[in-house]
Structures are given as C-alpha cells and as structure tokens.
C-alpha cells in the first residue's frame, strides 16, 4: 500500500484535527520517520496544533527520545486548513471531536481527497465503526486506530475492526501500530470497543463513589494505584481525558448498552459548570499547567 518509511510506517501520514489528541498522533508518525500533514478547520486552530506539535517534538529531543534534529523532525511537518493536503496521503487519521456527525462530515471530506488505494481511520473511542463506514465510499480502507491519552506515553492502540475492512488493511495497520513503538490490540466493532467500555465502567463508579462520599478522590485513585497498579486512578484519568469527552462516550454507551452507563449527577453538573479537568484547570482535581 503505497512507499514505507525505513522504519515501518507510512512515509507519507495525513492527521485531520490538531488538539490534545491530534497533534499526539501527528507527533509520533513524525518521531517514525512518516511526512505528516495536519489539517484544522482555521488558521487560529491550525496555529495552536502546529504549536502543539512544535512543543511536543522538542520536549522528545530533551529526553533523548529521537537522535534527530528539531528542523529534521518539523520540516516534515505542514500544517494547515485546506483538506487537499491529504490527495497524496497513504493514510489519513481522522482525530475530530467524539460527535457522530462532526465525524461522518470530516471523514467523509477527507475520504473525497485520498486515491482508492489509501487508508482511512477514526481515532473515535467509542463511535461503531460500522456506522461511520456505513457512510464511507471505500469502507474496506477504513478503521478504527484508537491512540491514548497522552499518545507519546502511551504504550497501547486499539485497532478496531468493522464488518468491512480488509484484512490486508489489518495487517498493515498492526504493522504500523508497532512500528510508532506502540502495542495494537484488534478488536471487533462493538460499543465502546474494549479499552472505553472498561475504562468508562470503572470510572463512572468512582464518581458515583465520590457522589456518595464512600471516599475522596485521592483515595479512590489511590486504591487503584496501589492495590491494582494503574499507572493513575480513574478520576485523575477522566481529568486527564476531559470529563465532557467522558460524558459523551457514557452517554452513548448508556443509549447502546442501557442503565449501567448512565452518566451520574456529578459528572453531568461539573460538565455544564464548565469544570472539564485538566483542559479547563478544574475538575475532580486542580490542575496549574
């Protein structure tokens, strides 16, 4: 499917949404060896991403994490607002907001620019696979690459599968996933996948503990941490996630799985308080970065 980079990945990755997620992912093609083209919906947004960006490869090149140089790595780097950047892709990650139709119309624009050969993935955590495809022209080029938050630490992609993807799609898409350094597990289209649906079911329990006062929010993580050994508890987690993001997946988990993904009172008040954790600064905790 197209040229590969001498490391594995796509030499030429197209990444479509510049936040948190988005410019992680654009990040770590490009740290692979892949020419990356970013693409937001405006100028303000695609500066932020392309800072985003900037930001995340010189904090690699302080840890040692790549041996080239800052130039190397953002000269095969554009970012912009103009979708054509994507007509000489071999793959295009799609990382918009976790709304169905937000979706469908970006990836629907993006699947009018890539040649029928390329490769089309959602980042979406929870969204059906089938459903999205299902709106796609070239459905056997698509699938679900679902990156963690953050995607430098994180060691874990969850590639998920819908009814239509080919299989070769799949084994080049494992191949990818390992070649970032990363670990891809390959699930069936279902809802929540694997990853969100446990994720969330653990966490709207710790919040439905903290509403019920059974313990703080530094001692429900801190039982996890240290009697489970997560790397960070569920509510520091959904922090770092963004509750309103959390909010959506449980809702929709709710709608397709009934009662035990009902979003609890608390999640959905600091939500509309505008408290949406590390993002806005205040959550379950106060964040200062």
């Not at 840890?63 to 140089?69: F, I, L, Q």
């Amino acid at each position: 499917m197209g040229d590969r980079g001498e490391n594995g990945v796509p030499d030429r990755v197209g990444v479509l949404g510049g936040g948190r997620m988005g410019a992680g992912i654009a990040h770590a093609f490009l740290l692979a060896g892949a020419h990356v083209a970013l693409v937001e919906r405006n100028e303000v947004e695609a500066d932020a991403a392309r800072d985003r960006v900037v930001r995340a490869v010189a904090a690699s090149i302080k840890r040692g994490a790549t041996g080239e140089s800052h130039a190397e790595l953002t000269d095969r780097l554009a970012v912009g607002i103009d979708f054509a950047a994507f007509g000489d892709r071999e793959l295009v990650v799609e990382a918009v907001p976790e709304i169905r139709a937000i979706k469908v119309d970006a990836l629907q624009r993006v699947e009018a620019e890539l040649g029928e050969d390329a490769a089309l993935a959602s980042n979406t955590s929870s969204i059906s696979i089938d459903d999205l495809a299902s709106q796609l022209v070239r459905p056997a080029r698509f699938l679900g690459l679902h990156f963690f938050n953050p995607v430098p630490a994180s060691m874990l992609v969850e590639l998920v599968t819908g009814s239509e993807t080919s299989t070769e799609l799949v084994t080049d898409a494992q191949g990818w996933v390992s070649a970032l350094g990363k670990t891809p597990i390959t699930v069936s289209d279902a809802p929540g996948f694997a990853s969100s649906r446990l994720g969330v079911a653990l966490g709207l329990e710790a919040i439905r503990m903290l509403e019920e006062g059974v313990a703080s929010a530094e001692d429900i993580d801190a039982a996890m941490m240290l009697g489970y050994k997560h790397p960070v508890g569920p509510l520091k987690l959904t922090d770092i996630v963004g509750l309103d993001v959390r909010l959506g997946i449980a809702e929709y988990l709710h709608a397709q799985l009934g009662s035990r993904f009902e979003p609890p009172a608390l999640l959905r008040r600091l939500v509309a308080e505008g408290k949406l954790g590390r993002k806005s600064g205040q959550g379950f905790y106060t964040w200062d970065e």
